[in-house]
């Protein structure tokens, strides 16, 4: 089966196991729902559940394998002795944010101390506060996500903590699933901004590109905010044209993603390609750094690197980290190429 299998096939694949997954699903998106509209059901909840720490948006990670880490998902009466033993009263821990629920229908909080001495909490704790753009090298798949929704809900209340219609304090209920304006009835809500990212093709190679924010040797497919009125498809076709000076001939839409960088993004994730008799690039440097063209088996060589952006010496050409939805298109495209080579 082609890597770009109908959406239909992806949700329906068969009857029986979609029933039996749905049925712990539900329960669980209903119960989180619960706790969002109910906040002494949360606040017993947060009692009861998993809490992830934080320190100035960095999780708490504890590693589990060579060049692997996981987030420590510590109990309420855990937290409360660590922030006793690092000088605090406890009362911190009422601003747990809710994150999810484990399929053992634990619920799931995030913490950010950041006004505690990181050290003082370490101390007590197995493990290291991480930068989450590092981490995301080291996470295990499953749990990268997770820790990427607790960073940005902390990053989205810090930063409103005022209504920009009042200037007034803004109120959290307990799950911090939303924050109400003290002086008025507007209500705000956690938000993501869209994002297209694109793997554009000319039929034999892909093209990546690199800002010059990137650490050196990074690759990734071309990503960009969509403008207000825009829809998917016009936001891709201008921002081929603006960053390679490319028109895109056709688009199919492959996946989405939520991502924590800069502040929250929507990532929408597609393929497009271009005529090959006009693939030829005229890059806006004031965008990106450079773009280039590559073919399938300098695709293979770079998905076979093992590169931490943080290590002194890095090869020429690497990429996303496999959590990230770039990393999926290049995924796909290499195994639809595949499937041409043996046809």
Same mark, same amino acid.
């Given at each position: ?18 029933? *039996?997954? &749905?049925? =712990?699903?539900?329960?669980?998106? %209903?119960?989180?729902?619960? #706790?969002? $509209?109910?906040?002494? /059901?949360? +606040? ?78 370490? *101390?007590? &704790?197995? =493990?290291?506060?991480?930068?989450? %753009?590092?981490?995301?090298? #080291?996470? $295990?798949?499953?749990? /990268?996500? +997770? ?10 209340h810090q930063i409103n903590r005022f209504c920009g219609a009042t200037g007034q304090l803004t109120q959290r209920n307990q799950a911090g699933s939303q ?63 603006? $960053? ?100």
């Amino acid at each position: 089966m082609s890597a770009l299998r109908p959406l239909r096939t992806l949700l329906f694949g068969g009857h029986y196991s979609l029933t *039996r997954f &749905c049925s =712990g699903f539900v329960s669980r998106i %209903r119960y989180i729902n619960k #706790l969002k $509209e109910n906040d002494a /059901a949360c +606040l017993s909840a947060l009692q009861n559940g998993h809490i992830f720490l934080f320190h100035r948006l960095m999780p708490l990670l504890q590693c589990s394998a060579p060049e692997t880490f996981r987030p420590i998902a510590l109990s309420y009466s855990e937290v409360q002795s660590v922030l006793h033993k690092s000088g605090s009263d406890g009362s911190l821990l009422k601003e747990s944010i809710l994150i999810g629920c484990s399929e053992q229908n634990h619920a799931q909080f995030c913490l950010d101390v950041g006004e505690l001495d990181p050290a003082a909490i370490l *101390r007590n &704790c197995k =493990g290291t506060f991480m930068d989450l %753009r590092k981490a995301f090298f #080291l996470l $295990e798949g499953a749990e /990268a996500p +997770l820790v990427a929704k607790a960073q940005a809900l902390l990053r989205w209340h810090q930063i409103n903590r005022f209504c920009g219609a009042t200037g007034q304090l803004t109120q959290r209920n307990q799950a911090g699933s939303q924050r109400a304006c003290s002086s008025s009835s507007i209500v705000y809500y956690p938000k993501m901004s869209p994002v297209v990212i694109v793997l554009v093709s000319d039929g034999k190679r892909c093209l990546l590109g690199r800002q010059s924010s990137f650490p050196r040797g990074l690759y990734s497919a071309l990503a960009g905010f969509c403008d207000i009125g825009e829809t998917l498809e016009e936001a891709l076709r201008r921002e081929v044209a603006e $960053e390679v000076g490319l028109e895109v001939q056709s688009i199919i839409y492959s996946s989405s993603q939520h991502w924590p960088f800069p502040n929250s993004s929507f990532m929408l994730a597609c393929h497009a390609t271009v005529s090959p008799a006009h693939s030829q690039l005229n890059v806006d440097h004031l965008e990106l750094e450079d773009a280039r063209w590559f073919t399938e088996e300098e695709i293979t060589c770079a998905l076979q690197v093992k590169a931490p952006p943080w290590r002194d010496h890095r090869p020429a050409v690497w990429l996303p980290p496999k959590h990230a939805v770039a990393h999926r298109l290049i995924m796909e495209w290499k195994e639809q190429q595949h499937s041409k080579d043996t046809e």
